[in-house]
């Protein structure tokens, strides 16, 4: 136990044995990470520098806070959504390792807001954002706080979005680096981390066999291509919906049935919703339904259904497993949700598993020393994490795996450098 009791809001400060025990269990899968924290503590980054971080409050979230603090960093941890807080983490935080965290499972609306206003008391030099939560909240709200801003980092697809709508309209006046883009984080965060914990969620939540179902996938972006192979992988007949043309052919050249969900609503057995955008799954969608269909959305807001249409369809709601929402229709049918439409992964399972996580942030890690390292040097606006920092990543967790791979001769250098000669 640290001697200074952290500042918090959370469930239960018992839970922390639990939360410490699975904190060092995803640790074992986290070497890069752990590398970056040993770094961090030699050479202290962050000293001096105020932290708020608004992230799903994980065991792998857990490891990138431990290792913001081993730099230096006065840091407060917030939840980015209100159904994915693991308690026992965020206990074990407050008590084990003295970060401050404001965040419980099952925190309502005001709640949350409120919990994004303290961590902007906290005058934030940096900013780990998950859906663009609080730097909406601060340019909207708390412009004085943006004289002592170095700048943001920003997680998921969803508040890349935002962030260049704040682009568009002017608002962005700060360096925000988009860690989605790194390929080390999309390519396998997004990927095999919502491929793999989104069918975790679903079977927690109902287990039942994926095998023979149809299950539609809506949105085929880098989480729909993962669950959607993913899906298959486990026996069943997927269906993906789209509205990129592009995406719509790569998905029909993948081997997967594309239909609008007018007509993929009539024959799914489990919809998952994966597309960042509102309203995808809809009235007249849930009318087409077969009796007992499963909804559920693993995009990063709770808007992909329509759960007011829904509600104004049912004559009943009733819980009917953990996680678990029976909507019984007035016209006699019922449609199951899972997790009150909110991230199914991480609503009714853990999230991504620790070893595409430790990836992720790295990611986050190395871009906020970057931001403090180059401090009133960056324009504002968005930035990619540099290839470098992209490439040594990939480097380490290569080795790490204890994989080894080519490296160039110096002829091929040369040929790739050169045009001269062809045919
Ligand atoms: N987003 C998805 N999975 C996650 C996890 N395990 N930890 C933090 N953020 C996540």
């Known amino acids: 136990m640290v001697a200074t009791q952290a500042r918090h809001d959370v469930k239960d400060l018992s839970l922390a044995v639990l939360g410490k025990q699975r904190i060092e269990w995803a640790g074992r899968e986290m070497p890069v990470l752990r590398q970056i924290q040993e770094r961090f503590a030699q050479e202290k980054p962050f000293a001096g520098v105020r932290l708020v971080a608004c992230c799903h409050i ?15 960093a006065d ?12 308690d026992d983490v965020a206990a074990s935080l407050v ?14 609306n005001d709640t949350y807001q409120r919990h994004v206003r303290i961590a902007l008391d906290h005058k934030p030099n940096i900013i780990i954002d998950d859906g663009s939560d609080v730097v909406a ?16 980092t920003e997680e998921t697809t969803t508040g890349i979005v935002r962030l260049r709508a704040m682009l568009k309209d002017g608002v962005l006046t700060f360096p925000a680096v988009n860690v989605n883009d790194a390929d080390t984080k999309h390519f396998f965060d997004n990927r095999y981390g919502t491929g793999q914990s989104t069918l975790d969620g679903i079977i927690r939540a109902t ?14 972006g880098w989480c729909g291509k993962g669950t959607a192979m993913r899906a298959r992988g486990m026996g069943a007949n997927v269906v993906v919906t789209e509205i990129d043309p592009v995406k719509a052919i790569e998905a029909a ?23 960042g955008n509102k309203h995808i799954i809809r009235q007249e969608h849930f009318e087409s ?12 807001f709770d808007i992909e259904i329509d759960l007011k249409a829904l509600k104004e369809l049912s004559s009943e709601v009733k819980i009917v497993r953990n996680f678990t929402e029976e909507y019984r229709l ?26 595409v996580m430790d990836m992720s942030f790295a990611n986050q890690a190395m871009a906020c020393e970057y931001l403090v390292k180059n401090k009133g040097k960056l324009e504002p606006g968005l930035y990619s994490i540099p290839v470098e920092v992209d490439q040594e990543i990939a480097r380490l967790k290569l080795q790490a795996m204890g994989i080894t791979i080519d490296t160039l001769t110096a002829s091929q250098i040369d040929y790739m450098n050169s045009w001269t000669s062809g045919t």
């Open 137 to 152: 909240t601060m340019i909207q709200e708390r412009q004085e706080l943006l004289a002592d801003l170095i700048g943001t």
């Open 95 to 108: 008590a084990d390792h003295g970060i401050a965290v404001y965040a419980f499972r099952g925190e309502d």
């Open 330 to 355: 007035k016209s006699g049918k019922s449609v199951i949700v899972i997790g009150e439409g909110r991230l199914v992964n991480l609503a009714a399972a853990e999230g991504h598993p620790s070893a």
């Open 253 to 275: 050249m993948d081997g997967y049935r594309v239909l609008p969900m007018s007509e993929a609503a009539a024959v799914g057995d489990v919809f998952i919703t994966v597309t």
């Open 289 to 300: 339904m077969k009796d007992g269909a499963i909804v559920c959305n693993s995009g990063h």
């Open 75 to 86: 840091a407060i941890l917030i939840a980015s959504n209100p159904l994915s807080t693991q």
């Open 207 to 220: 287990n039942i066999l994926l095998a023979g179902k149809t299950i539609v996938v809506a949105g085929y």
């Open 58 to 72: 994980t065991t792998e979230t857990a490891h990138l806070a431990i290792a913001l603090k081993s730099g230096g």
